[in-house]
């Protein structure tokens, strides 16, 4: 299964490759800009989906990513700026995720409440809890940019530069991977979502893995959330999140719930992120296309890959249902 999952992601990374290729020759664009970008673009897709991915393996399902994103992104800002370390920011990002994560995942299980609608209660509350955090904290409602000493400062290997949290990030996927097809805690996670009775007739508490799961796919989520504004864009404003918590929920269909396999079309989408203002202003492009239908790409980009990866795919027997012991 991991050697499966390897040849996965070299297989979308040589596409990747020769697409950039055919840009630089196309475009003549700087490839390694480009790849970097890439990379950024991708790096919040790719926290949150490997952390859905486990979490609906479990039977749970948080489509509150987006709300999620923004809330952490505010908290991760504010305690950077407090603390003066970006680094510290982006835990506080994860736990204020996590605590999100937490309190949905109670209120689910022991509240019986539906998981999709509060999902959309969250993002619903995200929209106007943004601006209403901009202006309160920072006396704007559309803009704020951080002190450049609380941001984080990239690595540079030999002229290219990239963020330590996307080599977290990469590196999480491939771990919870190992976790969730290696280990009885992977086997007794995919058991809650698939067959909890089962597991709870085996002795194991199925509503305790049920809350360490949402817990978990919370904390990355916020860690992608406060990255975008410490690290990705380098400021945070109220609709700064642009739909990526719906694309991070794409990146899980489309990977069959499979950890390494959401990285990989976060790749895809985070390429198509990156491309489209490269296109945007292009001679030749630019006074044909409209200039927004050039950057709604990624989106349109992930209309089409999960309307040709969601064929075949099977979801858990209990996703999204509340496990009562008979």
Request: aromatic fraction near 8%; charge should be neutral; charged fraction near 10%.
């Amino acid at each position: 299964m991991m050697i499966r999952g390897i040849v996965r992601i070299s297989i979308y990374v040589a596409i990747l490759s020769a697409i950039l290729i055919l840009l630089q020759e196309l475009l003549g664009t700087d490839p390694k800009a480009l790849i970097q970008t890439t990379l950024l673009a991708m790096t919040p897709l790719a926290l949150a989906a490997a952390g859905e991915a486990l979490n609906q393996r479990a039977g749970m399902v948080n489509i509150g990513i987006e709300g999620i994103f923004a809330i952490s992104a505010i908290a991760g800002v504010y305690m950077a700026e407090v603390l003066g370390n970006g680094y510290l920011g982006l835990l506080f990002g994860g736990l204020v995720g996590a605590l999100i994560g937490f309190i949905m995942a109670v209120v689910s299980i022991y509240g019986k409440a539906d998981q999709i609608i509060m999902g959309m209660g969250l993002n619903i509350a995200a929209m106007g809890i943004t601006p209403f955090l901009l202006r309160a904290i920072w006396g704007f409602p559309g803009l704020h940019l951080p002190p450049k000493e609380v941001l984080i400062q990239r690595l540079d290997i030999y002229g290219f530069q990239i963020s330590i949290v996307t080599i977290a990030a990469i590196v999480i996927a491939i771990a919870l991977h190992i976790i969730l097809h290696k280990t009885y805690l992977g086997l007794w996670i995919k058991a809650a979502g698939e067959a909890p009775e089962a597991l709870d007739a085996a002795g194991h508490n199925v509503n305790m893995i049920r809350m360490i799961t949402p817990t978990i796919g919370g904390f990355l989520a916020g860690l992608g959330g406060a990255f975008m504004p410490l690290d990705f864009f380098g400021s945070i404003t109220k609709e700064f999140t642009a739909g990526r918590g719906f694309i991070a929920l794409a990146c899980v269909i489309s990977s069959n719930l499979e950890p390494m396999g959401s990285l990989g079309f976060a790749l895809i989408f985070g390429l198509a992120d990156a491309l489209a203002p490269v296109i945007a202003i292009t001679p030749g492009v630019k006074e044909s296309v409209p200039y927004q239908f050039i950057l709604a790409l990624p989106y349109i980009v992930t209309l089409a890959v999960v309307a040709i990866a969601v064929k075949g795919r099977k979801l858990p027997r209990a996703l999204g249902i509340p496990y009562s012991r008979e």
